[in-house]
């Protein structure tokens, strides 16, 4: 019996020694294995090209200067001005244009340079007919991405170099001799002599003798006055080319009295109905105080009428009937009345008319 109960005590301890050992194997952690590499993104043609960009070589386009200064310079003349440029940058400098501005002309030799080349905008202002302070901006447009747009600057004084006399132009007078036309005067104020290259004026109604080959400091011009070509163009500009080196031309105005006035210069009239005639009185008188005749009077659409004609202190005044036309959807008419003076000057009188527009 003694041995049966040592046999059951030695199987149960083998039991439970069996489970212990199952249970510290348990406890003993597991090698693990080195974990795999994660593949690098395959590099594709896109990501390639961003890359060479970020490297590309850029062009950087730098100038020696940004403001040029003329200094004094005279109406009319021109002056150049240089404005050097480099590539500093690494990659071919592209010029695409030059934004001007009025009285600017701009010259390149050329419009791609290289790294390290240099080149020359030559730029030449022409300066007007007035006077005072001049400033002028130009754009350079290249392919430097850090200032694509680079501004250059030209400034001068615009002072006279030649004086003129009259300043304020000429009065001429269709009635006196000679239009009663004075002299010009020239003269130079830096004392640099010049000569007279050409004499032009509207209409050529103007004229006045020079020789193109004398030079000096001071000319006075006797003018030659044409009354029947002034009389077609009764107001216009002198203009008188020079050598000068700084007063290229010379402009003067001139102005004639006209031998008639009209008043009203111009007929208006509103809210005229078709049928229902209107009446309007005009006045022409002699600007210089002499009697005249009048020859005819006559209307180029028909629709004006005179219906009287009295004579006044050097003059006329005409008592007008004004008929309106059928309006055929037109909004207003016009016309014109003519009178003809004796001894050939034609006079010409607008007439404008408006419909009433009902609502």
Not at 153 to 177: C, H, M, N, S, W
Not at 306 to 325: A, C, S, T, W
Request: charge should be neutral; charged fraction near 25%.
């Amino acid at each position: 019996m003694r041995s049966n109960c040592s046999i059951l005590l030695i199987i149960i301890s083998f039991v439970l020694l069996s489970q212990v050992g199952c249970q510290e194997r348990a406890k003993i952690p597991v090698e693990s294995e080195p974990p795999l590499a994660e593949p690098k993104p395959m590099t594709g043609p896109a990501e390639v090209e961003t890359e060479q960009e970020a490297v590309k070589p850029e062009p950087i386009i730098m100038f020696d200067k940004v403001v040029h200064d003329f200094g004094e310079m005279g109406p009319g003349a021109k002056k150049t001005a240089e404005f050097k440029f480099t590539n500093t940058g690494e990659g071919l400098l592209k010029i695409a244009d030059v934004e001007e501005c009025c009285g600017v002309a701009t010259k390149l030799e050329k419009r791609q340079y290289l790294p390290g080349e240099s080149g020359i905008l030559k730029v030449e202002y022409s300066s007007g007919s007035g006077v005072g302070v001049m400033r002028r901006e130009l754009y350079v447009i290249s392919n430097d991405k850090t200032k694509p747009k680079t501004a250059l600057t030209i400034k001068a004084k615009i002072v006279p170099k030649i004086a003129y006399e009259p300043q304020r132009g000429l009065r001429l007078f269709l009635e006196d001799e000679n239009a009663e036309s004075p002299k010009i005067t020239l003269t130079s104020l830096d004392g640099k002599p010049f000569s007279i290259e050409e004499f032009k004026s509207t209409g050529n109604c103007i004229s006045a003798d020079y020789d193109p080959s004398v030079e000096a400091t001071k000319f006075v011009l006797q003018l030659k006055i044409d009354k029947e070509k002034l009389q077609r163009s009764l107001n216009g500009l002198i203009s008188i080319s020079l050598t000068h080196p700084e007063s290229g031309t010379i402009t003067i105005p001139f102005n004639a009295l006209p031998r008639f006035k009209i008043t009203p210069a111009q007929i208006i009239v509103f809210d005229v109905e078709p049928g229902k005639p209107i009446t309007r009185n005009i006045w022409v008188h002699n600007n210089y105080g002499t009697d005249f005749e009048i020859e005819s009077v006559s209307s180029q659409n028909n629709t004006v009428k005179v219906l009287n004609q009295d004579k006044i202190r050097h003059g006329y005044q005409f008592g007008l009937e004004i008929m309106p036309p059928a309006a055929e959807g037109k909004t207003g008419f016009t016309d014109i009345l003519r009178v003809n003076v004796k001894g050939g000057e034609k006079l010409a009188i607008k007439c404008s008319a408006y419909y009433l527009r009902r609502k």
